[in-house]
């Protein structure tokens, strides 16, 4: 799935009626593909469905119009709610109606009529108000109609689709109108809008699913310069290939170092996860305190004693010892529980500056190693190009010197920006996390849960992101990947205590063999 603004959109189906396919086709198009998607959820519900579907006036409104056509002549039972329809060469409420669906003119009384017919039915509702154009304020009309919408929909079993975007989102800015639904699934057509991938719009589009509208048949390379959605599929091709006649060194050897009496847990986790991914060897590089600590509860690692202070925290002698060692592993995570003093910034000097012409080992740097590293000059001149950075907004802001708010009001371009200053992958983490690499390419997640919104999540991204580079995998695959699977594991971990609320930095490692176990099947389709 590719990201699009709306105008460059614009611009592609323009260029596709040039080339031969003409509106009606790709309206078609969208539509089969939005009914697939209704039957396919009405098939994993019990019971009789009902299907509501509210169309505007625009290209969106007619896609939603002939999906209810489809689905009705497929025996299902749709009406649709009509707003702003009453051009007389609008031939599609006849489509609709000869094809039997329901046809209602969409004011607050007649959806309160409708929906107290159906008072106990289970109802898709197809949102087809507003399309990709629009922006600014809704009208009152518009307004009242999905306020009482929204209404109704709270008093029975839903699920709410939306034709490439909730109604009243700025596909552009993210922007999100107050009475925009929440949609359960967003039906992307032929590329993911880029505000949907934004705050706040992405709390309100659900699963994004992608539909061809039939662009590829008469332009076959007008995606190749967009920037990408990390889907399901996507992280599930990058899993690696375990073969049955492996032994521990066919998977690679990884060193974490960080750690310190105040956050040992943070370097415990990441370990874990590094574990939990299938790298053969992973080995706690930590001052002895921090060691003693965690041996009893990590017999799967093994472990280097480092120089340390008295509150744990890793030294300059204990940078010259990690890098005689450093040339044995297949790649290195930096940072997770640090801590920052005088004695972690001597740390970190000595073992960039030495990093070059010492070791070329793929590395993996966050939390108090990034602190650490933005009090270097030119730290990024020391390191090669298979680094991946994981700030959060606060670290990314200590790296560029660019206010938060700054950041993150345009998170794509920023990160891509650092990336190629930086000549490093980087991982802009937060709600939609994006990976950049140098050469500016982008990929998104489109998943924002306050699961992840604990003390931890960021240390297991990093033990997952190392162990896949330790496995083989580019800095650029292991970045989409850990950010992938990181996301996949809170989905998961999600359905145990049953609410995001609860799920802790320990419940993501614990879930990694089920989001892994998940991907792979996905793999094999």
């Known amino acids: 799935m590719k990201i699009i603004s709306t105008s460059e959109m614009r611009r592609v189906e323009t260029l596709a009626i040039q080339q031969g396919l003409s509106a009606a086709e790709m309206m078609g198009n969208a539509a089969a593909g939005i009914a697939r998607i209704v039957v396919r959820e009405i098939s994993q519900i019990s019971g009789e469905v009902l299907i509501l579907g509210l169309a505007g006036k625009g290209n969106n409104g007619g896609d939603c119009l002939l999906t209810l056509e489809m689905l009705a002549k497929?025996?299902?039972q749709a009406a649709g709610l009509t707003f702003g329809r009453e051009n007389p060469n609008d031939t599609s409420h006849g489509q609709a109606q000869s094809g039997g669906v329901e046809r209602i003119e969409a004011t607050p009384g007649t959806i309160d009529g409708w929906f107290s017919q159906h008072t106990d039915e289970k109802i898709i509702f197809v949102d087809g108000l507003?399309?990709?154009?629009?922006?600014?304020?809704?009208?009152?009309a518009a307004s009242q109609v999905l306020k009482r919408i929204r209404e109704n929909l709270a008093n029975c079993a839903t699920m709410v689709v939306a034709v490439d975007c909730p109604s009243g989102i700025n596909c552009d800015s993210g922007e999100v109108s107050e009475e925009t639904l929440r949609a359960d699934i967003t039906v992307c057509l032929a590329a993911c809008k880029a505000g949907l991938l934004k705050e706040p719009a992405l709390a309100f589009t659900g699963q994004l699913e992608l539909v061809e509208i039939g662009l590829d048949a008469v332009m076959q390379d007008w995606l190749a310069a967009l920037d990408d959605v990390i889907t399901p599929r996507v992280i599930a091709n990058l899993i690696p290939y375990r073969s049955p006649f492996s032994h521990k060194g066919s998977f690679g050897k990884v060193l974490v170092a960080g750690g310190c009496q105040k956050y040992a847990g943070a370097l415990s986790l990441c370990?874990?996860?590094?574990?939990?991914?299938?790298?053969?060897?992973?080995?706690?590089?930590?001052?002895?305190?921090?060691m003693n600590r965690l041996t009893?509860?990590?017999?799967?690692?093994?472990?280097q004693p480092l120089a340390g202070n008295t509150a744990g925290q890793l030294n300059q002698q204990a940078a010259r010892s990690l890098l005689d060692q450093a040339g044995t592993y297949s790649a290195m995570a930096i940072g997770p529980g640090l801590g920052v003093s005088e004695d972690t910034n001597g740390f970190m000097k000595q073992f960039i500056t030495s990093c070059a012409s010492e070791t070329g080992i793929p590395l993996v740097f966050d939390a108090d190693g990034l602190k650490c590293l933005a009090e270097i000059p030119e730290w990024c001149r020391h390191l090669s190009r298979e680094v991946v950075l994981t700030p959060h907004p606060g670290e990314m802001a200590l790296l560029t010197g660019l206010?938060?708010?700054?950041?993150?009001?345009?998170?794509?371009?920023?990160?891509?920006?650092?990336?190629?200053?930086?000549?490093?992958?980087?991982?802009?983490?937060?709600?939609?996390?994006?990976?950049?690499?140098?050469d500016g390419k982008v990929w998104v997640s489109p998943v924002a849960t306050s699961?992840?919104?604990?003390?931890?999540?960021g240390d297991v991204l990093?033990?997952?992101?190392?162990?896949?580079?330790?496995?083989?995998?580019?800095?650029?695959?292991?970045?989409?990947?850990?950010?992938?699977?990181?996301?996949?594991?809170?989905q998961v971990a999600v359905n145990e205590p049953?609410?995001?609320?609860?799920?802790l930095a320990s419940d993501l490692v614990r879930c990694i063999p089920a989001a892994i176990a998940q991907l792979r099947e996905i793999k094999s389709r």
Do not use: M
């Open 74 to 76: 497929l025996g299902y």
């Open 130 to 140: 507003l399309g990709t154009g629009f922006s600014g304020k809704l009208s009152v």
């Open 271 to 290: 370990l874990q996860a590094a574990l939990r991914v299938g790298v053969g060897l992973v080995t706690g590089a930590c001052s002895e305190q921090v």
């Open 296 to 303: 009893a509860a990590l017999p799967d690692v093994t472990w």
């Open 403 to 438: 206010p938060i708010r700054e950041i993150q009001a345009d998170r794509i371009e920023i990160c891509r920006k650092f990336a190629n200053l930086w000549q490093k992958v980087v991982v802009l983490k937060g709600s939609g996390t994006v990976v950049s690499t140098p």
């Open 451 to 457: 699961a992840l919104a604990h003390a931890g999540s």
């Open 462 to 490: 990093t033990g997952i992101i190392a162990g896949y580079l330790a496995q083989g995998l580019s800095a650029r695959e292991a970045a989409v990947l850990g950010v992938g699977l990181h996301a996949k594991c809170a």
């Open 498 to 503: 049953g609410c995001e609320d609860s799920v």
